[in-house]
T-cell receptor, first 113, second 113 residues
């Protein structure tokens, strides 16, 4: 079965650079979510989109933005990168917004040097 | 969220034993709960879910118990296998009209042969 696809798998950036992470949801899933996970920590919710509109916003820094496109894929744009942004970034998708299980991709590991 | 660092609670069991992983959830308004398994370098993988109108749900080798009175979830894994070694997270969703999944702190399960 098709899963959530994220690219790239690994990304190395320097401080103050920008990064773009991409997420392709499971076919027919209309909702995407972005999570950030630091080492040994639980995933923290950043932002979600339903039918290409922002649905909910969590602890996403102002330096980050995201959008969902007409084909339902999503991109997380990160600017003015800081060392503390180094983490695993997961995208998840679900069918509908209400009480549907989220299915996660294998993440993008971002390292900021 | 609060930093746990690299010191996750750990449960060590022998292959063939039954494992019980516990979780205290935070919001009494939560009405949908999911257990996820996360292996190193991978995204959280859906295991089983339960809605608040149930107190028990069984899957293949796994059972989830929900005690709403004390806001407690448990995941029971029967005949634990080395392939079950991973970090396990419980997650909750509030019935707020859209799904914002909030993860609890993970528990590392180590299964020795």
């Amino acid at each position: 079965a098709a899963g959530v696809i994220q690219s790239p798998r690994h990304l190395i950036k320097e401080k103050r650079e920008t990064a773009t992470l991409k997420c392709y949801p499971i076919p027919r899933h209309d909702t995407v979510y972005w999570y950030q996970q630091g080492p040994g920590q639980d995933p923290q919710f950043l932002i979600s989109f339903y039918e290409k509109m922002q649905s909910d916003k969590g602890s996403i820094p102002d330096r980050f933005s995201a959008q969902q496109f007409s084909d339902y894929h999503s991109e997380l744009n990160m600017s003015s990168l800081e060392l503390g942004d180094s983490a695993l970034y997961f995208c998840a998708s679900s069918l509908g917004r209400q009480n549907s299980p989220l299915h996660f991709g294998n993440g993008t590991r971002l390292t900021v040097t | 969220g609060e930093s746990v660092g690299l010191h996750l609670p750990t449960l060590s069991v022998q292959e063939g034993d039954n494992s019980i992983i516990n979780c205290a959830y935070s919001n009494s308004a939560s009405d949908y709960f999911i257990w996820y398994k996360q292996e190193s370098g991978k995204g959280p993988q859906f295991i089983i879910d339960i809605r608040s109108n149930m107190d028990k749900r069984q899957g293949q080798r796994v059972t989830v118990l929900l005690n709403k009175t004390v806001k407690h979830l448990s995941l029971q894994i029967a005949a634990t296998q080395p392939g079950d070694s991973a970090v396990y997270f419980c997650a909750e969703i509030m019935n707020s009209g859209y799904s914002t999944l909030t993860f609890g702190k993970g528990t590392m399960l180590l299964v020795s042969p």
